[in-house]
Nanobody, 121 residues
Framework: VQLQASGGGLVQAGGSLRLSCAAS????????VGWFRQAPGKEREFVAA???????YYADSVKGRFTMSRDNAKNTMYLQMNSLKPEDTAVYYC????????????????WGQGTLVTVSS
């Protein structure tokens, strides 16, 4: 499966962005899908994920501010990001996989190219 992430940009602190990740084929009920981010000089970190069952999981740092959703008819995932903070600045990646390790990058075999989110203070 090929993934295409989009929607990044420059936003002021407190603002919102919605990231999209379009899949080349159906992912619902087949794959776990997730969002990760990587800031300059830092390791890639887990942001959010949904299992094939539909259960959602979020990193503590984004819980209550970010919401992940899926439009199965469009084979697209979304990450709605509200109340953005400068520390949210990173390249955001979407991923798909079948491992139970949702919060680990190694649990995903397919990655989008990344989209840059910059939050100014």
């Amino acid at each position: 499966v090929q993934l295409q992430a989009s929607g990044g940009g420059l936003v002021q602190a407190g603002g919102s962005l919605r990231l999209s990740c379009a899949a080349s084929r159906r992912t619902s009920s087949i794959w776990n899908v997730g969002w990760f981010r990587q800031a300059p000089g830092k390791e890639r970190e887990f942001v959010a994920a949904t299992r094939m069952s539909g259960s959602m999981y979020y990193a503590d740092s984004v819980k209550g501010r970010f919401t992940m959703s899926r439009d199965n008819a469009k084979n697209t995932m979304y990450l709605q990001m509200n109340s953005l903070k400068p520390e949210d600045t990173a390249v955001y990646y979407c991923a798909a996989g079948r491992s139970v390790a949702l919060s680990e990058p190694t649990g995903y075999g397919y990655w989008g190219q990344g989209t840059l989110v910059t939050v100014s203070s």
